[in-house]
C-alpha cells in the first residue's frame, strides 16, 4: 500500500503583503502529479489546511479543488484532518458531498465518519471517535487510521472524557489509542496513527515551531507527546504542525513532520520542502521514500554593506523572496528604496541596520522585524516597565496568540 503523506498547506497564507496563492496553486499540481506518478493508493493531509479559521474564496476553490484531482474519481482516498490554525466546523462542513468524491474529512478529535460506499469500489467499513477503516479499490488488505485533529488541552481532555483529570493528557492520548487499535488494529491490515499535535521522543530536545506559527506547546495549547504513546500496532506516524520535514522517531515504527509545501517565514529561508511516499504491508514496519517538492519560490535572507552590495546581489537572486537587512551609515532615503525595488520585486522586507549612529558613543542602532511576537512583546514590555515579564504574564501573551483566530 503506497500512502502520500503531506500536511500544513496553509493555503490563503501571506507574506507579509505579498500573496503565495499563485505559488501554492503550483505545488498542489505539483502534489497531484507526483500522486500520480507514484500510483499512491491513499493521501494523507495532517492538518492546517488553511491559514486562518476564515479563509478567502480563492484559498477554499484551491483546497477542494486540489483534493477533488488527488482523489482521482474516488479511487483514491483523502484523508484531511484540521490543525491549529483550521476552524473544525469549517473543515467538516462539506463533508455529505465531499464522501460522494472520495474526500474523508475529521474536524475534531472525538469526530465518527459515517460509513459509504462508492462506485469506485472505496469503501468505510467501520467507524468510531476518531477512527476510519477503509476498503481501497487497489489493495486487497484495509486501512486503519487513527485520526487525532488538533484540539486544545481542555478540549482533548474534555473529548476523552477526563475534563477535570489531573492525569496528563500524553498518558490519556495513549489510553484512548491503545483502545482503539486493540479493537481494531490487527496485523491482517495497514495501521496509521494521524495527528496534528507536538509529538517528541522522550529525552530529545523540543524542535522549534515555525515562526510566525500559533504555538500550541502552552497554556491554551497542549503539552507534547511522546513516540512512546504510540501503540505498538501503528506502523507509521503521519504528523503535521512544525513545518520541517523530519523524522520524529523510528522504532518502533516511523514517526515523520511531513513539513510544509512551501516555506512560509523567513525562519526557512532555503529550505528543501518534501512530500513523503509511505510504503506498508500488513504485520510489517513501513518504509519511507522523501520526495523533493521543486515549486515556490526560494525565502532569503540577505545582510549587505551599502547599497551597491545590496544591488549587486538582488540582480543575482531575482527568482526569490528576500528580507533584506542593510548596514549603512545613514537611514535610507525614499530614493534607496525606489532604487532597490526597481532591481527587484520580492523584496518582503527592509531592515535598517545602521552603523554610526552616534559616531561619538560608537553605537550602532539595529531595529530588528525579523523577532517572533514573544521577542517584541518582551522588549516593549522591558521598555514601557523596565523589567522582563514574568513567566505568568508570558503565559498569558502565548495563550492569547493561540486563540486569537478562535475569537
Known amino acids: 500500500m503506497k500512502i502520500l503523506h503531506t500536511s500544513d498547506w496553509h493555503l490563503g497564507k501571506r507574506l507579509e503583503e505579498f500573496s503565495r496563492l499563485e505559488e501554492q496553486k503550483a505545488v498542489m499540481q505539483e502534489i497531484c502529479e507526483i500522486a500520480e506518478r507514484e500510483q499512491a493508493d491513499a493521501v494523507i493531509v495532517a492538518g492546517d489546511l488553511f491559514d ?23 479511487r483514491r482516498p483523502v484523508i484531511a484532518i484540521a490543525g491549529n490554525h483550521d476552524s473544525p466546523d469549517r473543515i467538516e462542513a462539506p463533508d455529505p458531498l465531499a464522501r460522494e468524491c472520495g474526500i474523508i474529512f475529521a474536524g475534531y478529535p472525538h469526530s465518527v465518519i459515517n460509513p459509504f460506499l462508492l462506485d469506485s469500489g472505496l469503501q468505510v467499513m ?6 476510519l477503516e477503509l476498503r481501497l479499490p487497489t489493495c486487497e488488505e484495509p486501512l486503519r487510521l487513527l485520526l487525532t485533529p488538533y484540539a486544545n488541552e481542555y478540549r482533548l481532555k474534555t473529548f476523552l472524557g477526563q475534563e477535570n483529570s489531573e492525569e496528563e493528557l500524553r498518558n490519556l492520548l495513549q489510553e484512548r489509542w491503545q483502545q482503539l487499535a486493540d479493537r481494531y488494529c490487527d496485523d491482517l491490515g495497514v495501521n496509521i496513527l494521524v495527528s496534528h499535535l507536538f509529538m517528541v521522543k522522550k529525552g530529545n530536545p523540543l524542535p522549534e515551531e515555525p515562526e510566525e506559527e500559533k504555538p500550541i506547546l502552552h497554556v491554551g495549547g497542549a503539552q507534547a507527546v511522546y513516540t ?37 517565514s523567513f525562519a ?52 526569490a523572496l528576500v ?3 542593510l548596514v549603512t551609515d545613514s537611514y535610507l532615503t525614499a530614493t534607496d528604496r525606489r532604487h532597490l525595488n526597481a532591481v527587484h520585486e520580492g523584496i518582503i ?6 552603523a554610526n549612529r552616534d559616531i561619538s558613543s560608537g553605537s550602532t542602532f539595529h531595529i530588528d522585524l525579523t523577532q517572533s511576537m514573544e521577542s517584541l512583546f518582551r522588549d516593549y514590555f522591558l521598555h514601557e516597565k523596565g523589567q522582563e515579564p514574568n513567566k505568568e504574564i508570558i503565559q498569558l501573551f502565548q495563550e492569547i496568540l493561540a486563540e486569537e483566530d478562535e475569537k
Open 349 to 354: 522586507s527592509v531592515i535598517p541596520e545602521i
Open 52 to 74: 486562518t479559521f476564515n479563509p478567502p474564496t480563492e484559498a477554499i476553490d484551491l483546497l477542494y479543488k486540489t483534493l477533488k484531482r488527488l482523489t482521482a474519481n474516488g
Open 228 to 264: 512512546e504513546n504510540i501503540p505498538s500496532q501503528i506502523q507509521y506516524t503521519a504528523l503535521g504542525h512544525l513545518h520541517r520535514m523530519h523524522q520524529t522517531d523510528a522504532s518502533p515504527s516511523p514517526v515523520y513532520y511531513s513539513g510544509s509545501p512551501l516555506s512560509y
Open 268 to 319: 526557512e529561508a532555503n529550505q528543501q520542502k518534501w512530500l513523503l511516499l509511505v510504503e506498508a504491508m500488513p504485520g510489517q514496519t513501513a518504509t519511507v521514500r522523501e520526495i523533493p517538492l521543486t515549486q515556490g519560490k526560494r525565502l532569503l535572507r540577505k545582510k549587505a554593506h551599502g547599497i551597491d552590495d545590496a544591488v549587486t546581489w538582488l540582480s543575482e537572486n531575482k527568482d
Open 126 to 131: 467501520r467507524s468510531d471517535n476518531g477512527f
Open 323 to 325: 528580507e533584506l537587512t
